[in-house]
């Protein structure tokens, strides 16, 4: 790995490698860009299966976290960590206090919250060592984000569809939900509410089957994600799920759903959804529920607003699909103009990022 090509190439501003012998911490922050404001991005815990993919990992969902605040009005930057770790066996209160003291020292230019692989308990071992975390419990605190997400990712969807079939009623088509996490088990509910044929699927067979219990789903194995006849594939696991493999396997008309970086190359396999006349809803448009969520706290958390805003990702999908169309551009391609302007015009007022903002509540 080129790691300073790579850095350079994708405009990071900084990346941060985390050790600790003791708790066995071994973790990646990285910085993309703060002209907007401080970089907030969840904590990532996951088994990678090396430190390049870790590395890499970091550095896209950093990105496009920048994208996501930008296009969804948020004054923030993009940031994002991983530890390296089985989510399930490896986490100790010393551990995430150890990283924690990693986050304090970069003294509010990167603020953390929950993601995939970490949990309101673990934000709360980091806040014992750091203020610069969100979406934690407590007085000022909003807690688990992954209903906003959700809420978030079913907006993005009901406006894919009104976009495709002239109507956003979810009643009757067949959606696939890759994942069973908590975003995707909000998602379901909602799906379930709206009366849709829901399919779920998860590398841990049991939370798919909690899933299907509550929403009347129906559970499907891993490698029936891509080949099941739908309407909607909804992606709730982790990125670049759509490459060269498995988009020629896609039978859907929509493609809209909460993981990050789903495009394993973005512009490449764009092109490729884009040939098979399926509409992709960007991931980092959808999935910002979550952002203005945990945002809300560097102001004073306020759920009423958070929810309107979840709720108003409707309208940014709708904005972006339709400029697409007029531009004859792809979607990933109108999401990120949008947010690159947004960026280009604040920039010469904020720079880059260097104090330290002040979390309500902390």
Known sequence: MQLFEMIQSMGHEQVVLCSDLTTKLRGVICIHNTSLGPSLGGTRMWKYSSDEEAITDALRLSRGMTYKAAVSGVNLGGGKAVIIGDPRIDKSEAMFRAYGRMVESLRGRYITAEDVGTTVRDMEWIRMETKYVAGVGGTGGSGDPSPITALGVFSGMKASAKFAWGSDSLK????????????????????????????????????AAAVAERTGATVIASNEVFTTDCDILSPNALGAILNDDTIPQLTCAIVCGGANNQLKDEHKHAHMIRERNIIYAPDYVVNSGGLMNVASEVEGYD??????????????????????KNRNILTIDASNAIAEERIEKVRHVHGTYIGSPTIRGV
């Open 303 to 324: 759920r009423a607003k958070v929810m309107r805003q979840a709720e108003g990702i409707y309208d940014i999908t709708m904005n972006i699909l339709a400029t697409a």
């Open 172 to 207: 009757g088509k067949r959606v696939v939900i890759q994942g069973a996490g908590n975003v995707a088990s909000n998602l379901a509910e909602h799906l379930a509410h709206e009366g849709a044929h829901i399919f779920v699927s998860d590398i841990y067979e049991d939370k």
